[in-house]
């Protein structure tokens, strides 16, 4: 959702880049490029002045460092702003010391606040606790049944009652008391827009309920409204946090710069797309980091720990080390890989993805991979296990069999045989770290950095694979290096 406001600053750091020093009129030129930006984003005016105030801030008055370029200190300053519009750090949650910690959500109708408590209520199941869902929305037709499908789909149980809203989520507290249950979530009524009779409403129910944890659920895509919408629920129940939905969207991110400055509370929760599990902690600095293009590697990490099957990853780690890597074990690895949603989002969140990247990203078609596991699955046993021995008339049966091209089988086992390559390094030692560190860089590779790889039928053409961590080009070959069959090309003049 933020990729004309990371274009923006791609333009404003490149232009910047060839100049040896920043001068008054280069940076006020930055700041205008930058405030324009904002704008175009959506943001609400206030805070993209107070956001540029504290850029020039940091980039004024200060000794500029010397291993910086013009370009990478605007950038520095850029991502630290960033990272205080968007909340500083993220929440810590607690909980109370006699259950049950009551979490009320509240925003208007459309915003998503239904769905939000359900995958809410499947993160908290994630971490171990035991959640209850109260349906206290009694005016939109069908929100509770609603509410009770989404439930069934998280395996949490929900509550609800007819009659007056406030005594139904009072009821519902009850209820998770008796019960036993350590979370309970009230999902309340919304209206198209802020009105007294909503703001009487959800009063009425945070008096009563006296909730530990109240977040607003906002819109993503509503822009400079959010602000509004924020400030006026924040007026009547004193938020504690905000819950971004749709932030999958191709709204222009407004929304997400705008309501920690307007009502001094954090993005607590931000929901990445329609399935249930789609729902994590929000984290202003990786945030930041996906704005300026930087990638997400922490989250994906978290994401492939959260999602994957941890007794396939070490299979395929241990195959990786024994040199043993075939179809097979990347067919399971794709269907890992698929788990952790769509393969267009886990590309985004890999450093380095420019603008025509992020486009390329866009295009992968998910149904892609039912394709590719047509290709495997054609071939015979033996052929999966060592692919080499597939000819020119093995190429022809197995694109008949899956009901593809020979151009693309043969594009399959070309990627695939340059992810061996990449395996045989792991397990010769190509990583440092001793045998501890290559066997957890080939589980990683299994369960999130093989991404890249085993996607590479599946996406554009890449530029040559970067370092994660540091986002540098991989090293290129040097003389002296060793070539196929042992032998060493030696120095010229030695």
Not at 365 to 373: K, L, P, S
Request: proline share 4%; net charge positive; aromatic share 2%.
């Amino acid at each position: 959702m933020f990729d004309a406001l990371s274009e923006r600053l791609e333009r404003v750091a490149g232009r910047l880049r060839s100049r040896g020093r920043i001068s008054p009129a280069d940076l006020e030129e930055a700041l205008a490029e930058i405030r324009t930006a904002l704008l175009e984003a959506d943001v609400e005016l206030g805070v993209a002045r107070h956001f540029i105030e504290g850029v020039r801030a940091r980039l004024s008055g200060q000794a500029l460092s010397a291993s910086l370029t013009p370009g990478q200190q605007v950038v520095k300053a850029v991502h630290a702003q960033l990272v205080e519009a968007l909340g500083g750090q993220a929440l810590r949650l607690t909980y109370a010391s006699r259950p049950p910690t009551v979490v009320l959500l509240a925003g208007l109708q459309g915003a998503g606040k239904t769905t939000a408590a359900a995958k809410l209520a499947r993160w908290w199941r994630g971490q171990g606790r035991n959640p209850l869902l109260v349906g206290a929305d009694l005016q939109r037709p069908a929100a509770v049944e609603q509410l009770r499908v989404l439930g069934a789909s998280a395996q949490v149980r929900v509550f609800s009652q007819p009659g007056d809203p406030v005594s139904t989520a009072v009821a519902g507290v009850e209820e998770a008391r008796r019960l036993g249950r350590d979370v309970c979530i009230i999902d309340t009524a919304g209206r198209l827009s802020v009105d007294q009779e909503l703001m009487d409403e959800v009063r009425r129910i945070s008096e009563r309920t006296e909730p530990h944890y109240t977040f607003l659920v906002v819109d993503a895509m509503t822009g400079q409204d959010a602000a509004a919408t924020a400030r006026a629920f924040h007026d009547a129940l004193a938020l504690d946090g905000v819950v971004l939905s749709k932030l999958d969207s191709d709204a222009r991110g407004g929304a997400a710069l705008s309501v920690k400055e307007v009502v001094g509370r954090p993005i607590v929760f931000a929901s990445t797309g329609e399935r249930l599990e789609d729902l994590d902690l929000f984290h202003p600095d990786r945030m930041a980091d996906r704005i300026l293009g930087m990638g997400d590697v922490l989250s994906l990490i978290e994401q492939a720990e959260r999602t994957m099957d941890q007794e396939v990853v070490a299979r395929s780690a241990e195959r990786m080390l024994a040199g043993r890597f075939g179809l097979d074990d990347f067919l399971d690895q794709l269907h890992q890989v698929r788990k952790m949603g769509s393969l267009g989002g886990v590309l985004r969140m890999l450093p380095g993805m420019n603008r025509e990247l992020r486009q390329a990203a866009d295009q992968i078609d998910d149904r892609q991979v039912a394709r590719v596991e047509a290709i495997v699955r054609s071939m015979t046993p033996a052929e999966r296990a060592d692919p080499s021995i597939i000819d020119g008339s093995r190429r022809v049966r197995i694109a008949r069999g899956s009901g593809s091209s020979t151009q693309e089988v043969n594009q399959l086992l070309k990627q695939f045989k340059e992810m061996q390559k990449l395996m045989r390094t792991v397990g010769r030692g190509g990583v440092p770290g001793g045998r501890m560190g290559r066997l957890a860089a080939a589980r990683d590779l299994a369960a999130a950095g093989g991404l890249s790889d085993a996607l590479a039928g599946l996406a554009p053409p890449r530029p040559p694979a970067a370092d994660l961590a540091s986002g540098r080009p991989a090293a290129r070959g040097r003389k002296g290096a060793r070539k196929k069959g042992g032998r060493v090309t030696p120095p010229k003049g030695r």
